[in-house]
């Protein structure tokens, strides 16, 4: 039974409704678990079992109820033209709706009832109902077959209502219970209100699309010393292009030749230009300085750093916090609930207050409930977050993080290369004996094997003292957490910690203060190294940034007990955890978690674990693709700064969706009363279907409005 997680686009979804509607049809059907469907992004998320799942019977059934699954992979550029294709689309078709709609409300206001006048009232209605409202009257048939509902329900039901009620009153001669203005004009103010959400929608992706921007769609191509400009896809692995002056670079590749500068701080934040000569990497979407570059493809496309970024953000904005849950619960019983209140409202006042109004009444509460402001309060905030975050150095992944930030407690930080500079020095290689040149040519070849940090620094110390040809290494293995092995002329080498030491020779290590790591054989102690690595300049205000939080900060390193000790002394530390592996940092993790809330800070394969087991796991932009990958936020500019501006941006996004929250449950509390004529009597405080048309048209603005203020503000405070 082979089970596989998809991520496709649904079209077709008008309100919060949908969503729900379109999940509970996928959650019915065989073989579909885990299902994930957002308003806000057109995202559909399913976990499939391969051997039960239909897709036809999926597509069909949601086909059904107005809705369009696609699941062939569309890029992020192709997502966002469509976008901006519907929106031209929605605005012609306004612009035509309008010539009708503004002649009705002129005849409507002016109350003329003379029979040619009515007939014009009758035809415009007719127009603008049946046929600008098409997609709202076949969506809420569709619905009503499934036995659903959403707001085209509400909408259609309150246009047809009042315009069928006209007809019969026009032909009776009744007046007073002719709404062919509220009939065509419902219609139109939400469109105009469907028109402006999406507009807003569109603009809060702005920070993706200036993503997007930054990725030429041409590349010109180096082959058989002929040059020729051909699209970026085309482009295979390991061909030639070569970059111009003052041109953005197309892919990630190495420079074969040519010296140049790029500006590379779309990546890093760094406004100085990197120098880039034969063997230096660059990446699509920097910005090419005065020289000429040929450069070899190594990654193309979404494979490449920015594909992957941009990947992640249209992920991280299908990813739902959990305070979402709260309004999903309320939506998926807010049309049902409207049109009961719509009925009992009709009932009340036909009946025990024997008004004429009782219809108006009844389809006011139909027009102006809104479940769109609801279901758009927390996913349009996490698509401006994530979209902010992106252009300040943070590549989030799982939206919820930026809700459990707000109630963390602990925050356990890396040692190397997170609170130091990660480019540790060796301050000593010691051989407590005699050594061979064998030995000294040993430990250099299985070094230059290892990929730690203080690998590195220990290959650049040798290179500079010795050199030799290097024997061949034989059955090497790397051990996340203790070190390297490998075998030599058929005797077994090692390097690694003091822990490593113990378990294979059995025997305690040398007591060492310093960063270090052991050279030795199943004999015993050939060689240490004792490593120095200062302390991150920007350590200390991130500290400082934590404790002003209420977060305690806490070192957890495999590096040795002495050393992180002394690390965690120098930043004035209380709390720290010296030679942990892998497992120990898990255990650690979840110990702090019976706690509190915990955040795991690193970058090394021995931390992937701890960093998924964590409430929030950040990596930094230097970090391992498996630390990057276990993480829910990626720092994609080197340093520390963006971990505060984490938090600033976690407050701002909490606080926007509590005021769209405020908004929307606050008009709909107001609205639906003063609808359903509750202050009519006392204070002649009533509405006509027009008026409640207008308002539902525009409460959604309210929400999108708050969402995009976001943009505007700055994350460095």
């Known amino acids: 039974m082979a089970k596989e997680r998809v991520n496709w686009a649904l079209s077709g979804m008008t309100c919060a409704g949908c969503a729900h509607s379109a999940h509970t ?41 107005g809705y369009g699954l696609t699941t062939e992979y569309r890029t992020p550029q192709e997502r966002i033209a469509s976008q901006h294709a519907a929106l031209l689309r929605k605005r012609n078709e306004l612009i035509l709706a309008t010539t009708l709609a503004l002649p009705l409300l002129v005849i409507g206001m002016m109350h003329l009832m003379a029979p040619r006048v009515m007939g014009v ?40 209502v009042a315009f069928t009620f006209s007809i019969v009153g026009w032909i009776n001669h009744q007046h007073q219970q002719i709404y062919f203005e509220s009939a065509g004009l419902i219609i139109y103010f939400i469109l105009i209100g469907k028109y402006l959400e999406d507009r807003g929608k569109a603009s809060n992706s702005k920070a993706l699309a200036e993503l997007i921007a930054l990725q030429p769609q041409q590349a010109l191509r180096v082959e058989d010393g002929k040059e020729e400009r051909v699209p970026v896809e085309v482009l295979e692995l390991d061909q030639f292009i070569r970059i111009q002056p003052a041109e953005r670079v197309p892919v990630d590749g190495i420079v074969i030749e040519g010296i140049s500068t790029i500006d590379e701080s779309t990546f890093t934040g760094e406004p100085l230009p990197v120098d880039k000569k ?81 219809l108006i009444y009844a389809i006011d509460v139909l027009v102006i409930a809104c479940p769109c402001a609801l279901g758009l309060a927390t996913p349009l905030a996490m698509v401006a977050a994530t979209g902010m975050g992106s252009k300040n150095g943070l590549l989030i992944k799982n939206a919820a993080a930026l809700q459990t930030a707000q109630d963390l407690k602990f925050a356990l930080l890396d040692k190397t290369g997170t609170l130091t500079l990660g480019a540790p020095t060796v301050l000593e290689l010691n051989w407590p004996q005699e050594h061979s040149d064998l030995q000294l040519q040993a430990l250099t070849a299985l070094n230059s094997k290892g990929t730690h940090p203080l690998n590195h620094a220990l290959a650049a110390h ?62 015993g102690l050939l060689a240490t190294v004792s490593f120095e690595d200062a302390l991150h300049p920007d350590a200390p205000a991130l500290i400082q940034r934590l404790h002003d939080l209420g977060i305690v900060p806490i070192v957890a390193s495999g590096d040795t007990p002495a050393a992180v000790a002394q690390c965690a002394a120098a930043l004035g530390l209380k709390f720290h955890h010296g030679g942990l592996l892998p497992q120990d940092k898990l255990a650690l993790v979840q110990e702090y978690q019976k706690r509190g809330r915990t955040l795991m800070l690193g970058d090394g394969i021995n931390d992937a674990i ?82 409640a048309s207008i308002a539902m048209s525009f409460s959604s603005l309210g929400v999108v409005a708050n969402s995009l203020r976001m943009h505007n503000k700055s994350l460095s405070k």
């Open 25 to 65: 049809i996928a959650e019915g059907m065989p073989g579909v678990s885990e299902v994930q469907v957002r308003y806000a992004s057109g995202a559909f998320k399913a976990t499939i079992d391969t051997a039960e799942f239909d897709l036809h019977s999926l597509k069909e059934n949601l086909a059904k109820a």
């Open 121 to 160: 009232q009758f035809f415009l209605a007719l127009t603008l109902t049946a046929y600008f409202g098409r997609h709202i009257h076949k969506k809420a048939f569709q619905l009503a077959l499934n036995l659903a509902t959403n707001m085209d329900t509400l909408v259609s039901l309150g246009s047809l």
């Open 278 to 358: 034969q063997g230096a990497k660059v990446w699509a979407g920097t910005l090419n300085g005065s020289g000429g570059l040929l450069v070899q493809v190594t990654h193309t496309g979404r494979t490449s750093a920015l594909g992957n970024i941009i990947d992640a953000v249209v992920e991280a904005q299908g990813t739902a916090a959990p305070i979402e849950a709260l309004t999903d619960r309320i939506s998926k019983i807010f049309v049902p609930t409207i049109l009961a209140l719509s009925l009992a409202t009709g009932v009340f006042w036909h009946f025990y207050m024997d008004s004429p109004k009782a």
């Open 462 to 523: 040798l290179a500079a003292n010795h050199s030799s040809a290097l024997p061949t290494i034989k059955r090497f293995k790397a051990l996340p957490g203790k070190g390297i092995q490998g075998k030599i002329d058929g005797l077994t080498y090692y390097l690694g910690s003091a822990n490593f030491f113990r378990e294979i020779c059995n025997t305690e290590p040398p007591t060492l203060t310093q960063t270090h790591s052991l050279f030795f054989t199943d004999e």
């Open 610 to 691: 701890a960093l998924n087991a964590a409430d929030i796991g950040m990596s930094m932009a230097h970090g391992t693709a498996v630390a990057q990958e276990s993480a829910d936020i990626v720092l994609t500019r080197e340093g520390l700064p963006q971990i505060p501006q984490f938090f600033v941006l976690s407050r701002l996004t909490m606080q926007t969706i509590k005021g769209n929250l405020w908004w929307a449950f606050g008009y709909n509390i107001i609205a639906i009363p003063i609808a359903a004529g509750a202050f009519s009597v006392a204070y002649g405080l009533e509405l006509t279907p027009m008026m």
